[in-house]
């Protein structure tokens, strides 16, 4: 088969050689044989060629409720729909399911003489108990029936098949088609009919893509399906890539033989969002009113980690794709691990806290921007009190992402005290998982509505989750360049200076001082303060105070850098506004080769 061919203007999907769906690639490789932590984990120094990126998020501009469309999954459950347990698929949330027997004894209609004896049978009642299980409470989801799994067409079709429409004879398929139907109506369920997986002219379909016997093929079950359901929802083409000179082709082709589907429908591709703009653009140009757009296979093999899978679904949150399904490169078909989200012996692995964290995602999504090949999507909940975010990476790329959330001066209910809680976790690329690594949990101070989170990539193949709730009981974290003349603010007067991408402090950057006299002031609301400077060989002293007490002298010197170390604590103070000052004295100790001082943050605990 030739790889599907993107528009000039679209970059080619990955990979670089023609694709089999999962179970082709399958059958082919078979042939050859705390206390809140205040401040960020520190993390290993980062890869020369890393890139730092900025994200947004901003929670001033609701939109859509999420629709969880990627919480879907191909052959997710076992043969007879019962596993994986209630408590490790609840918890995901999940919204359509697919599946039709394949690869299970007996090779379905075909294997039975082109007629509905046993391997058929053990085919559709496999997947009619599936769509019971998932269709009902308490997933209401949906379930696209492969109709082509319970012909037979797996991959493992004999070289002499005689597929449907051969020579124009089109008959056996029609009765096929009718036994389909009359199975599912007797079992009073409702699926979605997904008549034939990936026709692309192999595997599947080795009588070529958008052939004359396809198109009989496809009308003959459209016509047939809708005769005998006239309600009955019809989902194609499932090209295995998205294709736009394919599907233009097709919706012309169907259109005009009055066969179009219910649901428009294709596998992988670069970007979901896209994809499903070119896809509404296509279904414009032919005149034919919008329809469902839905995804029944992604992520190719090597992109089937936390950190690929997070910015795909949050892609996804930004598309018209309204359901799309985790594709299966591993234990086909009927294993229940949700497509290997869960290992074999069910457990979860990185990519179901993945999911878990999606699942979070309530409310309405808010607007993002992205960075670096990495994505955010965000969900602002005001019953819950929470914003939750999925930042993903399609890049592979280290570094530092800063996510700046803005906005929020539109959410009071956010705050308490001009600050939010943040935590951040990190879902690194396991099997098993026991469950994501608390890298950051801490109250942020608000400034100018904002506040701005780093997050530091340990591994391209990692996602990461961010929470942000009111601020409660515990430690406000305020980076010294936070400067004001309101709470949680520092105010510098003259001979101060400011240094930034200073590695090793927090936010990364120094206000300093080497002039006796200089003075800083800083204003909190809580009951103590932690105040952090550097400690170093050049490095003076001060003196603080608190509410114009008495003074004490700090002296920073230190042997060796420490660049983000406490040194001075406030005694335990009322609960309420105080004030902190600082003056650099001028001196130094006998050891010490300067009188520099270098402020970095405070922490503000409110007990």
Not at 23 to 40: E, H, T, Y
Not at 260 to 281: K, Q, Y
Not at 381 to 398: E, F, I, P, W
Not at 458 to 487: C, E, F, K, R
Request: hydrophobic fraction near 40%; aromatic fraction near 8%; include cysteine.
């Amino acid at each position: 088969m030739s790889q599907p061919v993107p528009p000039p203007d679209r970059p080619a999907q990955p990979p670089t050689q023609p694709r089999p769906s999962g179970r082709r690639w399958l059958a082919a490789v078979a042939a050859l044989g705390v206390a809140a932590l205040a401040v960020p984990l520190l993390l290993p120094a980062a890869p020369a060629d890393a890139a730092d990126s900025t994200v947004t998020v901003d929670v001033s501009r609701p939109g859509k409720v999420p629709t969880r469309a990627g919480a879907g999954f191909l052959y997710g459950l076992n043969q007879d729909g019962s596993g994986p347990a209630d408590s490790l698929l609840e918890p995901l949330r999940p919204t359509l399911f697919r599946g039709g027997g394949a690869r299970l004894a007996g090779h379905g209609w075909l294997g039975d003489g082109y007629r509905a004896g046993t391997g058929y049978r053990t085919r559709i009642t496999s997947a009619l108990a599936q769509a019971r299980r998932v269709t009902g409470a308490p997933y209401q989801a949906t379930y696209h029936l492969l109709v082509s799994d319970l012909w037979g067409a797996d991959t493992e079709q004999p070289a002499n098949t005689v597929y449907p429409c051969e020579n124009g004879d089109c008959a056996n398929w029609r009765t096929f088609v009718g036994q389909v139907v009359s199975d599912v109506r007797a079992s009073g369920l409702r699926v979605r009919y997904d008549i034939w997986n990936e026709p692309d002219g192999i595997g599947f379909w080795p009588r070529g893509v958008n052939s004359a016997q396809y198109y009989q093929m496809w009308n003959t079950a459209v016509s047939e399906i809708r005769r005998l359901d006239p309600g009955a929802t019809i989902v194609g083409p499932s090209y295995s890539g998205y294709n736009h000179a394919w599907l233009n082709d097709w919706l012309g082709r169907t259109r005009a033989d009055g066969t179009l589907p219910n649901v428009l429908n294709w596998h992988f591709g670069t970007d979901p969002a896209a994809d499903a703009a070119d896809a509404a653009a296509l279904l414009a140009a032919h005149g034919i009113a919008p329809m469902p757009l839905t995804i029944d296979e992604y992520l190719f093999a090597p992109q089937q980690n936390p950190g690929y899978l997070a910015w795909f679904l949050d892609r996804l949150a930004v598309s018209d794709v309204s359901a799309a399904a985790h594709a299966i490169w591993s234990d086909c078909c009927v294993a229940g691990t949700l497509a290997g989200v869960l290992t074999a012996d069910q457990r979860p692995t990185g990519q179901w806290w993945v999911y878990r964290a999606y699942a979070r995602m309530t409310g309405n999504l808010v607007a993002t921007t992205n960075g670096n090949g990495v994505a955010v999507a965000a969900a602002l909940d005001q019953g819950q009190r929470q914003l939750v975010a999925l930042l993903g990476n399609a890049s592979g790329q280290t570094g530092t992402t800063t996510v700046r959330v803005n906005g929020l001066a539109a959410t009071p209910w956010l705050l308490n005290n001009g600050a939010v809680r943040v935590t951040v976790e990190r879902i690194p690329d396991q099997s098993p998982l026991t469950g994501p690594v608390t890298v950051f949990a801490g109250n942020l101070t608000v400034v100018d509505g904002a506040v701005s989170v780093p997050v530091n990539h340990v591994s391209g193949t990692d996602a990461y989750s961010i929470t942000v709730t009111p601020a409660g009981a515990g430690t406000v974290t305020v980076d010294a360049n936070t400067t004001g003349t309101g709470l949680n603010q520092f105010q510098y007067g003259a001979n101060w200076g400011l240094t930034t991408g200073v590695p090793d402090m927090y936010n990364g950057t120094a206000n300093w001082s080497y002039v006796g006299g200089a003075t800083a002031t800083f204003r909190f609301s809580g009951n103590q303060v932690v105040l952090y400077a550097v400690r170093d060989v050049d490095q003076g002293r001060m003196t603080v105070s608190v509410d114009g007490g008495a003074a004490q002298t700090v002296d920073n010197y230190a042997p060796s850098r420490n660049a983000s170390g406490a040194v001075w604590t406030s005694p335990v103070l009322p609960s309420g506004p105080h004030t902190v000052t600082i003056v650099n004295t001028g001196q130094h100790n006998p050891a010490s080769r300067g009188d520099n001082i270098a402020l970095d943050r405070a922490d503000v605990r409110q007990n």
